[in-house]
């Protein structure tokens, strides 16, 4: 069974802190792995990826891919407390296989 | 070019009752998911329809629990006989077509369902 594990589940950090987040996962088939940001609402898309070693980046978050250990980061740096939210990773199977969801990290910045 | 539009945002329902819960997918997407998210948990996929065919409902319990994509009109999240244990968020995602240039799912804003 595919399946996409996060952690931590929570992170409180003080603004100007750099994070990395971590997904590791199982799948017979890989595609791609994503990462989401989920405010108060819809989760909203950072990256896809697909190829190992190939940082994605965005201005202060970037994310990387490891398809020989299974695992996926995301790093935040110098930290606002706007990026509090929680952060879901996911995986795309190949074929026509809908995504399967880490449980997220939840991440709050303060002051 | 709206994105996923879901409706209502908020649905309150007493125990017994059904709750109707839509989707329209942005357009020129023939894909739709729908997600289930429950307080501290992620996204637990559901059900995953294209144009009046559902594809993969491997997700969906096996009761109460119903969805469709007509040719014509959004996406219906349907539960009969609601319990407590049903109150969720349900989100719903579009993507134009799997295998090609752009697979990340767009979500919509969610529904939220409180059961009474």
């Known amino acids: 069974e595919d399946k996409v594990v996060q952690s931590p589940l929570s992170l409180v950090v003080h603004e100007g802190d750099t994070v990395t987040l971590n997904c590791s996962y199982e799948?017979?088939?890989?595609?791609?792995l994503l990462w989401y940001k989920q405010e108060k609402k819809a989760p909203t898309f950072l990256f896809m990826l697909?190829?190992?070693?190939i940082e994605k980046k965005s201005g202060r978050l970037s994310s990387i891919l490891d398809k020989k250990e299974l695992f996926s980061i995301l790093n935040i740096t110098a930290t606002q407390t706007g990026d509090s939210a929680i952060y879901l990773c996911?995986?795309?199977?190949?074929?026509?296989?809908?995504?399967?969801f880490g449980k997220g990290t939840r991440l709050s910045v303060i002051a | 070019n709206a994105g996923v539009m879901q409706n209502p945002r908020h649905l309150v329902r007493r125990r017994g009752q059904e709750a109707r819960l839509r989707c329209s997918p942005m357009?020129?997407?023939?894909?739709v998911y729908w997600y289930r998210q429950l307080p501290e948990e992620g996204l637990k996929f559901m059900v995953y329809?294209?144009?009046?065919?559902?594809?993969?409902e491997s997700g969906m319990p096996k009761e109460r629990f119903s969805a469709e994509f007509p040719k014509e009109g959004p996406s219906i999240l349907r539960i009969q006989q609601v319990v407590r244990g049903d109150s969720a968020a349900y989100f719903c995602?579009?993507?134009?077509?799997?295998?090609?240039?752009?697979?990340?799912?767009?979500f919509g804003q969610g529904t939220r369902l409180t059961v009474v």
């Open positions: 697909t190829s190992s070693g």
């Open positions: 799948v017979t088939n890989f595609r791609s």
């Open positions: 357009k020129g997407h023939s894909h």
């Open positions: 996911a995986l795309s199977p190949s074929g026509n296989t809908p995504l399967v």
């Open positions: 995602a579009s993507s134009p077509r799997l295998g090609g240039k752009n697979t990340e799912a767009f």
């Open positions: 329809l294209q144009k009046e065919n559902i594809i993969d």
